[in-house]
């Protein structure tokens, strides 16, 4: 996922629903964020780059409702409800996912099997 | 000096190369210099043979001078030296000793060209003659009595400046030349400065000043040295068959008539050197970065008279000199090539000596004023016995003189040369600076001129003279308004009125913008006085803060601009409820009570006074949450300005913001040290800043930093935390999230370095803990839940600090007084006696049962953190200074290193922060893998920098 600050970022993209799941007086989606513009990104096992500050997945609670939806670990969330992942800090990226009234988040995201997918069908 | 750089020797190796470079085409001669190593001022005598042979004398020793009555072409080479006589015959004054090292070096030059060059007018010349003859004898195998006597009073003149005797002598010869020239150059400067150096600069006129024939020398030296080298050009000149020193005198007068303007000296060597010169400029350069300097106003004065006459003659030779001044600049930047070494084997070539350089400075033209100040600049670095020499020598009161000459190149070099002085540990050249209006001179010029480059000279010194608290007043009084309103607001991209059609500009981290704060930064720290006078500065706590939203804006927060800020305003913030006008009105009357007891906190806001008495509702208990929660601030008119910024809650965020995302230690601390001076004291404004610094999630940003690698920065948070667990609301958070951090950060038992800390700290640590537990057993449970009894215990008893044992003394003693915890530590298998002051480290503390046992009222230390010793109070840490300096070439890096932290304001002042900070490996580690989920906010989804959060 490298790209040029500036430049179009192309990407092959999955769409994921999530609808959350209420434990108690909490709304759980049932995996974990890494990342984030503030966060040191060299520490993140999943980018390709490791300048991408980007919001990756860095966990997903078996039987939960993310992996229920198909979220998998190492995924690099690009969009939530519509709003860019890519250039936020990691409590801008929790705040966003954890909206109490929201049931369902929306998630664009990528990962490295969807774009070799994709380019071994263009082959 | 580690202020000082090595840059400034590299400037010097620069030169040196261009000067090789030129030099190696004219020379003719292979002259082998030396130097010594050992004392900068000692010089080499070369000598070179014809034959090309070269010989080193360094004279240090300057035992007797020979003064010959006359110069006798055939006279020997010493006798000639050591003659005082001016081109008259006249004996020369002693006091022309630094001629003497020139002559030195004249002669030297002339005996290789002597030999060389017999038949060439310039040999002719008095000094090549009498060399000459000396060369004979004395050329190959310098006769033990020459050398000794000339090369001595060579290395003399230039050591002390002052070759008495023999420098006379050679005075003498040099200044005959000098003397001969016409009277026409006013050498005002020199006669000024002669009194005390006896050296005039570049007097060329014997006449006017026979004795004043000393610096005449110098240039004299360096003008043979040229003609020698190109003498057999030269021949044609009338001169060089004339006596030495007549010959040079008239030579220049006559054939140049650009000439007179320069000192005899600097003349020939202009008209002669062209091709010499590039040489010439290059050997000084390899004796050292001084000798260029020196020659470098030589040159470009020569170079220009020589127009005329050389460039017909020699282009190609001239083409480098005609640099001049600028040449020498440029070489002193540069570095040193490998090439300088050959150069410096010239034997032509001689450096001119600290009194002449001084005395150059007050030559009547432009270009040597400005390159002997550079020269000084070079000389100066990182040599603090040159430095010493100089404020000696009366070059302080000159240099400083040449800050208001009209030219920039002139004042440019002064300031150049003034920062490089003002630059180390000897505050007497600082003293020396401020003794002759320099401050005052160099704000003048910082109003005047717009060049970037001096104002950074003129900052950079600025800062440096900072650095001696004698000095911060001065400063002060004489330039606070102008760097506020020339660098300050220009550079922060603060306006007055913000044009509503701009975007607010951003700061710019300029290195006068770094200067400036810095000193500033170090002016700060002079007590109240200053702090009032900084704060009461218009404009500059506003550009202050524009400038540090401006860096956390663009996340650029770890630049030394940013640190110098944020440190003057932890420093203008110290005891702001007790120093700003009109604090009284703000301060709660509760406050006037024991600080150190709980329960007076809560009432503070009573006070609010003006603010409504809603926040007052004082509790006595710690239930007062809501208020502060509901903290409701109060509400202005008008927009707040000035020093009022300074404890505005809308501050908090700004430091939390730097807190959390700067990676400089010392704007962490510094930062910290805000936060921690602002919720200190009982004013109102205090109570606000306590409850915003909740409000906005800054507990766990503070907690967090609890486990930073450096000391210094733990220290201020811990103190920090501790003023801030004045609020009620406050201390149960940082009880209940913050304990663990704290007590990690105790050194356990033997294993004392979990994280190495200082004393200062761990006592720190100690006093914010018993400040959380006292009136809270609550958090005493916490205290007790995360471990701490046996830390606290083994400190109590085996530290060797008798300040750890006391509070950690304290903290036992108030955990134990809570009675219903003490079957949970009995279970632990404590008992009372573990909780009982160790008798070792507090002998009279009662040995028996319940000595202090009662005592949790007591203050904590009081020697700890200066006064602050009361649990409610801290916090009034005093500013950081940075002893900035600036060297000549080095950078503010340097400072960085040799930073030592000056008490701030009152003398309360932790002088312990000078300790390098410690870093512990396993920290990091620690902190990303053991992060608690800490929720000091009262939010509890806050996650301060979270790595990894469940969604």
Redesign the interface.
Known sequence: MSFIPGQPVTAVVQRIEIRKLRQGEHL??G????GGI??DPG?NPFSEDKADKGIYV??VTPGGPAEVAGLMMGDKVMQVNGWDMTMVT??Q??KR??KKNEEVVRLLVTRKSLEQAVRHSMM | MPAEVKQEQSPSNQTSLAMMQEPQDVVEETVTIEEDPGTPTSHVSVVTSDDGTTRRTETKDMSTNLKVTKMVKTVTTRTVRQVPLGPDGLPLPEGSSPLGSYTDSIDRRYLKNGERYITTPQATSTLTRSYNNYNDSYSDTPPPDASGSQYGGRHYGLHDGYGIGDVTENYGSLSRGVNYRPPRYPYAMANSYRPENSYVTLPIRKDDYGHMAQPQVPMGSSTVDLNRSQPERFQPEPYGLEDDRRSLGPDEEEPYDLEPDYSTASRRQGTLPGTNRGRTLREPLRDGPRVRGYEDPMEAELIDERHPYIQGMYAAPLAQPERGSMASLDRLAGRRSPSIDSIRKDPRWRDPDLQEVIAMLGHPIDPVKSNAAAYLQHLCYENDKIKKDVRQLKGIPVLTGLLDHPKAEVHRKACGALRNISYGKDHDNKVAIKNCDGIPALIRLLRKTNDMEVRELITGTLWNLSSYEPLKMVIINHGLQTMTNEVIIPHSGWEHEPNEDSKPRDAEWTTVFKNTSGCLRNVSSDGAEARRRLRECEGLVDALLHALQSAVGKKDMDNKSVENCVCIMRNLSYHVHKEIPGAEKFTDPSALQAPGSAGTQRKKKEDAGCFGGKKAKGRKNGENDKNYDTLDLPKRTEPTKGFELLYQPEVVRLYLSLLTESQNYNTLEAAAGALQNLSAGQWTWSNYIRATVRKEKGLPILVELLRSDSDKVVRAVAIALRNLSIDRRNKDLIGSYAMRDLVSNLPSGQQRPAKNLEEDTVVAILNTIHEIVTDSSENARSLIQAQAIEKLVAINKTSQSSRENKAASHVLQTVWSYKDLRNALTKDGWNKSHFQPATTSVPKAAKNGKPGYDDTTLPLMEKNQGQSGLAGETGDHPGLAYCGELNGYSTIDQRDKDCKYQSGGDGSVDLAEREPLKNDTHRKHYIRSNRPAVSLVDAYDVKPQPVDSWV
Not at chain 1, 31 to 34: K, T, V
């Open positions: 759980i989606l995996f974990s964020i890494g503030d966060q520490q860095t966990r990691h409590d990226a929790r996912l954890t």
